[in-house]
């Protein structure tokens, strides 16, 4: 089993619509989450850390269930520039003092005109 | 924010030859760099972590001998592939992350190395 497993879409979203998806991860310990973007053939950018409460930056608004072990990020009025992959990302192991992360395989997002 | 690059971004080489890859933190001292490895529709997989003077921590089913990593200043860490063969062409990206970073602090990461074995 993975340790952090996504839906790898793809999702086509009309220009201006709400787009949701999630993020299982299988370590009960993980203490840190993260959303990263990745584009076509570029290397992935911090889009947002998630928090326990949920928090939202934007047009984006991620959610953690430490019940359920997942993470979700929400995309409202969908902009074409938001086409991309979206890479969960989970800091596996809070002994570990490296900070190591371990990376979904990311979940594709299309945004349509 | 903090600036990573990558050198060369994109390499291709014969089969049997050593390719270095340079990493470099620009306007921060990294502590601790991060080497990943992402073949296409994959994720990105951690291949080793390198603390700036000390040997690196490679993980499971990463060959050491292989993949050389050397991290001789808090701006620079090097990978390299070693007697490269057409399996070993893959994205080749790094992280670093600075002095004082708490486990899971924002890893920065550099644009990354196309690699193409013939």
């Known amino acids: 089993r993975k340790e952090v497993e996504q839906d790898p879409g793809p999702f086509n979203v009309p220009e201006g619509a709400t787009v949701a998806f999630n993020c299982t991860y299988s370590?009960?310990?993980?203490?840190?989450f993260f959303w990263y973007r990745q584009d076509c053939r570029k290397e992935p950018k911090l889009l947002m850390s998630v928090y326990s409460s949920g928090n939202e930056d934007g047009r984006f608004t991620a959610q953690l269930n430490r019940a359920s072990q997942y993470i979700s990020l929400l995309i409202r009025d969908s902009k074409l520039s938001d086409s991309a992959t979206y890479l969960c990302?989970?800091?596996?192991?809070?002994?570990?003092?490296?900070?190591?992360?371990?990376f979904g395989a990311g979940t594709q997002v299309v945004v349509t005109p | 924010g903090a600036v990573v690059s990558q050198h060369p971004s994109r390499v291709i080489c014969k089969s049997g030859t050593s390719v270095k890859i340079e990493c470099r933190s620009l306007d921060f001292q990294a502590t601790t760099m991060f080497w990943y490895r992402q073949f296409p529709k994959q994720s990105l997989m951690l291949m080793a972590t390198s603390n700036e003077g000390s040997k690196a921590t490679y993980e499971q089913g990463v060959e050491k001998d292989k993949f050389l990593i050397n991290h001789a200043s808090l701006t620079l860490s090097t990978l390299t592939v070693t007697s490269a063969h057409p399996e070993d062409s893959s994205f080749y990206i790094c992280s670093a992350r600075g002095a004082g970073g708490a486990p899971g602090e924002t890893q920065y990461f550099g644009p990354g190395t196309r690699l193409l074995v013939l």
């Open positions: 990302v989970v800091n596996v192991s809070p002994t570990d003092s490296w900070g190591k992360l371990q």
């Open positions: 370590n009960s310990a993980s203490q840190s």
